[in-house]
């Protein structure tokens, strides 16, 4: 996790950060008054996630090919 905060991988950080909140709501040790607000995080997370994932893909649709020069010929 804090290779990619060092490295500015939001994503990345983002899905470790996921993970580590994952367990710890999973973890019976954890205090019940934290549960409240480390599911809510939880949940912010898994949001922010999938809207990280729709601007990729986005991105990715947009993406554009250079045309190839016109050819008379080929007509």
Known sequence: MTTAAKEGDEKALLVHLQARIAQA????????????????????????????????????????????AFDSEAI
């Open 25 to 68: 709501v999973e973890d019976p040790g954890t205090p019940p008054r934290d549960l409240s607000s480390l599911s809510r995080r939880l949940m912010e997370i898994t949001k922010e996630l999938k809207a990280l994932e729709v601007a990729e893909a986005k991105e990715a649709a947009h993406v554009s090919t250079q045309d190839a």
